[in-house]
Nanobody, 126 residues
Framework: QVQLVESGGGLVQAGGSLRLSCAASGSILNINTMGWYRQAPGRQRELVASILSGGSTTYADSVKGRFTISRDNAKKTWYLQMNSLNPEDTAVYYC????????????????????WGQGTQVTVSS
């Protein structure tokens, strides 16, 4: 019913930049909080950044001042601009939408919770 598709990952040298995108598709009426998480090998998935529908943002301490999250509600897309990357940023990055309201032909509208993309690999070489 809803798909979240990440793009923009890849291999970059330390100090470089990448921009991740997450595009949501489906009969979407509204999306609440949009976020980015990451999971490095042997570690738990952690929140990197999130942005509320009103635009307020939250960042992990480790990325403050380097990463910027933004959203384009009209395109149902959100972004993570990552600057000054270092090898510790190497991980699979996942986008998340905590609540999505979709059009449903039987119910009129339907709520979907905790929606995830498939992940995109970010590798930072030293």
């Amino acid at each position: 019913q809803v798909q979240l598709v990440e793009s923009g990952g890849g291999l970059v040298q330390a100090g470089g930049s990448l921009r991740l995108s997450c595009a949501a598709s489906g009969s979407i009426l509204n999306i609440n909080t949009m976020g980015w998480y990451r999971q490095a090998p042997g570690r738990q998935r952690e929140l990197v950044a999130s942005i509320l529908s009103g635009g307020s943002t939250t960042y992990a301490d480790s990325v403050k001042g380097r990463f910027t999250i933004s959203r384009d509600n009209a395109k149902k897309t959100w972004y993570l601009q990552m600057n000054s990357l270092n090898p510790e940023d190497t991980a699979v990055y996942y986008c998340n939408a905590d609540w999505i309201l979709i059009r449903d032909k039987d119910m009129g509208a339907k709520q979907l919770f905790d929606n995830w993309g498939q992940g995109t690999q970010v590798t930072v070489s030293s």
